[in-house]
Nanobody, 119 residues
Framework: QVQVAESGGGKVQAGGSLRLSCAAS????????MGWYRQAPGQAREFVAT???????NYADSAKGRFAISSDNAKNVVYLQMNNLKSEDTAVYYC?????????????WGQGTQVTVSS
């Protein structure tokens, strides 16, 4: 069993910053990458950023220049530093962990943490 738990969400004014954290626990073997998605009310879940265990990062265009993803592989933790937040960043942020399984991957998701940005 794998557990994925996010923390660090909250309310902030536009222009402010938040740091999200996510920890994977349980049978955490062969993690390939960890990352973040978000879902705003009435919208589909969308990609935000990922980081591989080798440190390779990938960002959505909306996150580039404002968000920074980092990880601590020894602790199976991933962070998302969000700066210069905008009202359109308001969403539930979900952490995902991908494990290498054979030639593919198994993905696990957290329950999400709410981020609300007021203008």
């Amino acid at each position: 069993q794998v557990q994925v738990a996010e923390s660090g969400g909250g309310k902030v004014q536009a222009g402010g910053s938040l740091r999200l954290s996510c920890a994977a626990s349980g049978s955490v073997f062969s993690i390939d990458r960890m990352g973040w998605y978000r879902q705003a009310p009435g919208q589909a879940r969308e990609f935000v950023a990922t980081i591989t265990t080798r440190g390779r990062t990938n960002y959505a265009d909306s996150a580039k220049g404002r968000f920074a993803i980092s990880s601590d592989n020894a602790k199976n933790v991933v962070y998302l530093q969000m700066n210069n937040l905008k009202s359109e960043d308001t969403a539930v942020y979900y952490c995902t962990v991908a494990f290498s399984v054979g030639l593919g991957y198994d993905d696990y998701w957290g329950q999400g943490t709410q981020v609300t940005v007021s203008s």
